[in-house]
């Protein structure tokens, strides 16, 4: 959910000396300015949508500073700003959510990395890898490598972050290579203290520009060029890199007491293995280890000299390295065995092969380890602290039940499922393309509406290959945040050039919601220094889009009716049709603290809201299995001859009318209602609502007298 940081950014102006207290994002924002960083770019996405926020609420700070900020319309977009620093020596950085958004940026890093750079730059990365995950489980690791791009871990504290930051420019300008820095979740979110320095106006900025650009064939990417931009990776690059590393001492060795063994651990993964240590009487509470700890602040490119003199004299190391496949336990064994070393390398034989290491992983892994060098107390004691999982498994008796994520109350993409979910009562079961955001809650129940998902804004573009195979239209989803971010491109274009004919869904909710409502091009508010909205109708038009229907997302009669037409039309081309309709957490977000205002200065506030009258309710509860909302729920059926439940719609409502819609669309039945509270009602409504309450109270009297005389 997006947040204001207008008063957190406050803190970035702090200078030399100051303590700053606060968040790791504002953290890196604050190690940013410190840098002298010339210009900032990136795309939303968890877990540093905040980031963008932040840089948004700061604008004025950059602004005085002369730094350039721009919140790019996609990751691609952001990786093509580090071109600046391929010939000049500014600095500059750019944030996204990986490994979704490097892929995106893929294009952009690997032209980025062989040319190499001037100027600092640094990639700032989301790493959602784990349990709360929201996205396919892959690490950055790979793509570092592959591309020779260097990556950075840093132990989730703020100082480590901070110099992270500082550091990981002076290792790109070293080395000449861009530099990603890689934040888990726990880093991004925690909170903590370091004394600050000024910040650095950059010598390069929107307040004193360069005079003049420079050409360097030997910075283009084509041959000869790219293969002397090889040669420099292997023979100059690396070597500046691992120079540095040493130098400048970006990695960290933690002594211990015994010497033995020993534990080598990314620096993401520091906070965890000693707060494990601890639990296992290992580590006092302020994380002095009695097993000597080796932490990669960079875990690319590794030093083999600083591993092998760590490892001298050691009987094994343990190396804790999430997921598969394992590069920092299969590098360690080469450099061991090269240099003829004798200490027995552990990892993957003790921890799981894929998924997070949380506490109990933590636990049991390091325990594991320690058995098979004889000391089994760590294990027993693992085992106790653990044990508890399994004892409430057979406490409660039965699995506890999945929570997956769903959409809002009063989402207005429910809506629109709806009416496709209803759709297909006539047409059958229809191949439907997903796509990211939002709207991928599509595919969970009680829709499962969404047979494939292949990239954001790809909803369309996966459809061309199913489309010309299936005996009636395909429908395809896609977000308005995709539209801008892909979609339109690689999906609406696509289809208009290769005469597809089939059906899009574009749901305009205004926002990409998914990653906390931050404003898109056609967003109705922009957070640009001057307005700024572009139209999703008109880029339709632009390029041929000729059979266009713009439907309001909450009316799911009329959508069915739209989605009919687009399906059974004999008009050939892409249809496409507009589902419109605020998010409906932004919406709440505006008007309630509007109407609490005019509440207090005792001016007339209408809510509205709707109910179930449970007489009338047959406790077929299809009304739920059609819109899903959390709001519907079940009560006890108030009549002694009934047994089914009846349904409720409890105090969450935020009264977008779904249930009532759906009911009417279906054909259900007439029990629901809807409701007007007016505050501060005027002396005429008070009248009127008192004259309703007679004219009510008396006919369900009569009701009541007719049903005791048919008894």
Partial sequence: MERSFAKEVGSLALGAGEVFHGEGILAVTKALLQSGVSYIGGYQGAPVSHLIDVLGDARGLLDELGVYFENSASEAGAAAMLGASIHYPVRGAVTWKSTVGTNVASDALSNLASAGVTGGALIILGEDYGDGSSIIQERTHAFAMKSQIWLMDPRPNLPSIVAAVEQGFRLSEASQTPVMLQLRIRACHVHGSFVCKDNVAPAISTRAGLAEGRFDYGRVNLPPSTYEHERQKVAQRAPAALRHIVAAGLNETFPGTRDDVGLIVPGGLYNGVIRALQQLGLADAFGASEIPIHVLNVVYPLVPETLLAFCEGKASVLVVEE??????EQALQAMLRRAGARATVHGKNVFPMAGEYGGEVMLRGIGRYLALQGDTAPTQRADALTGWRQQAVESLQTPVPNRPPGFCVGCPERPVFAAIKLAQQ???PL????DIGCHTFGTLPPFNIGSTVLGYGLGLASASGIAPLMQQRVISIMGDGGFWHNGFTSGVVNAMYNNQDSVLVILKNGYTSATGTQAIPSSPS????????L????????????????????QVANMRRTLDEAMSTPEGGLKVII???ECQLERQRRIKPRNAERMLRGQRVVRTRFGIDDEVCTGDHSCIRLSGCPSLSLKPNPSV??????ATVNAGCVGCGLCG????????????????????????????????????GALAGRAALARGASA
């Avoid at 997921?323 to 920092?328: A, H, W």
């Avoid at 191949?431 to 997903?434: E, F, G, K, L, N």
């Avoid at 889009?545 to 439907?551: A, P």
């Avoid at 001859?641 to 009846?646: E, G, K, N, Q």
């Fill in 323 to 328: 997921g598969q496949p394992e590069y920092l």
């Fill in 426 to 428: 006539r047409l059958g």
């Fill in 431 to 434: 191949h439907v393309s997903a």
């Fill in 526 to 533: 922009q957070p640009a220094s001057r307005p700024l909205s």
């Fill in 535 to 554: 139209d999703i109708e008109a880029a339709l038009r632009g390029v041929g889009v000729r059979w266009l229907r713009t439907v309001p997302s909450y």
């Fill in 579 to 581: 589902a419109d309709g």
């Fill in 641 to 646: 001859l009934r047994t089914d439940p009846v």
């Fill in 661 to 696: 819609e759906v009911a009417h669309a279906a054909q259900l039945c007439p029990s629901f209602y809807k409701a007007e509270i007016v505050h501060h009602a005027s002396a005429w409504e008070r009248r009127l609502a008192r004259w309703r309450a007679r004219v009510i």
